[in-house]
């Protein structure tokens, strides 16, 4: 754990290599796709979509996967492992990157008008 300039505690990232479950390929395959830290990962694995996706691209089953996210759950802790778990609107980020997020009624996020 780290604390910034204001004193507050964060939690620094655990790299995706400490999954030694995973291959030099699988970690490539994860990497082309932004995913470069096992709390990323973990976070992908948050919506049926994603695990799904998870394991088309690292071409396993998804009794695989469920391994693989027992040994991130290892090393990142319950805790936080749940909290990365927990499916989100936007995601982690916050990112709404589909059409299926919900915008205001006047569609004034479109327009990056302010009420």
């Known amino acids: 754990m ?3 300039a204001k004193g507050e505690d ?13 291959s030099f390929c699988q970690l ?14 973990v976070a ?3 919506t049926v979509r994603g695990r799904a996706g998870l ?3 690292l071409d396993i089953e998804m009794d695989t996967l469920d391994e693989v996210l027992r040994d991130a759950c290892d090393a990142l802790g319950e805790q936080r492992y749940r909290d990365l778990l927990a499916a989100r609107p ?3 980020t916050g990112a709404l990157l589909e059409d299926d997020h ?3 009624a006047d569609g004034s996020a479109n327009r990056g008008e302010s009420q």
Request: glycine residues 4%.
């Open 2 to 4: 780290s604390s910034d």
């Open 10 to 22: 964060r939690v620094d990232a655990l790299a995706l290599e400490r999954l030694t479950r995973l």
């Open 28 to 41: 490539q395959a994860l990497k082309s796709r932004w995913i470069t830290t096992i709390d990323a990962f």
């Open 44 to 46: 992908a694995a948050a």
């Open 55 to 57: 394991c088309s691209a």
């Open 90 to 92: 936007g995601g982690p």
């Open 102 to 104: 919900q915008l205001p």
